[in-house]
């Protein structure tokens, strides 16, 4: 057990709509980051939020946003959902800003119908 | 950040020792070689990293070649739980930005 927590853990929706994923980083961690691992893509790195402020951009979409709010824990806002951004979603926290060590949470599995 | 050449796939019997290799000939002097694994489609989980020098904690033990070509991770004494896609990642911390870019990684399979 890593410490980060996921919810949910299976999300099934239609093209269209708009999701949105949770994370809750480990205890004392101020850093959260986002990946999508999808069957072809592998696992890409979306996002980078340290307390509170964005810090890093990936290969993210137009599409999807993210925040991290004052308690520290994170959300991954998905929109306008197409078949293919149905994928594993990780979110992963470390200590501090750069050069600490990554932990990641079980995941989300999206799948869009 | 350095690229990272690992063999697609290893089988390993049960109760040896798994030895991972791993290149990366392009790394820069202050780039880390960390490894993660995942199993299933679990969360990637941490394993190991290092600079230079070889490191060893409960998991696993981590070789960097003098020049820093290349690495070895090994696992002392596999276990069928220890089957696993194994990725190896060259990473910078710089301030301000910190992302792993994963590859392909090698799929480890232990065999009874």
């Known amino acids: 057990d890593s410490g980060v927590t996921q919810t949910p853990k299976h999300l099934i929706t239609a093209t269209g709509q708009r999701v949105t994923l949770r994370c809750s980083p480990r205890?004392?961690?101020?850093?959260v980051y986002w990946y999508q691992q999808s069957l072809d893509q592998g696992l890409q790195f979306l996002i980078q939020?340290?307390?509170?402020?964005?810090?890093a951009k990936g290969n993210i979409l137009e599409r999807f946003s993210a925040q991290q709010f004052p308690d520290l824990h994170s959300e991954l806002n998905l929109s306008s959902l197409e078949l293919g951004d149905s994928a594993l979603y990780f979110c992963?926290?470390?200590?501090?800003?750069?050069?600490?060590?990554?932990?990641f949470g079980p995941g989300t599995r999206l799948t869009v119908l | 950040d350095a690229k990272t050449t690992q063999p697609t796939s290893m089988d390993c019997a049960e109760g040896r020792a798994a030895n991972l290799p791993c290149n990366h000939s392009?790394?820069?002097?202050?780039?880390?070689v960390y490894w993660y694994r995942q199993i299933h489609s679990q969360g990637p989980q941490y394993i190991i990293h290092?600079?230079?020098n070889n490191e060893t904690n409960e998991m696993a033990s981590l070789i960097i070649t003098e020049d820093r070509k290349s690495s070895t991770l090994i696992l002392p004494h596999a276990t069928l739980r220890d089957t696993a896609v194994y990725y190896c990642?060259?990473?910078?911390?710089?301030?301000?930005?910190?992302?792993?870019?994963f590859g392909q990684g090698t799929r480890l399979t232990i065999n009874p």
């Open positions: 992963a926290s470390s200590l501090g800003l750069s050069g600490d060590t990554q932990y």
């Open positions: 392009t790394i820069s002097g202050n780039e880390y």
């Open positions: 939020y340290y307390n509170g402020e964005e810090r």
């Open positions: 205890s004392g961690d101020l850093s």
């Open positions: 990642i060259v990473r910078v911390p710089i301030q301000g930005a910190q992302k792993l870019v």
């Open positions: 290092g600079l230079k």
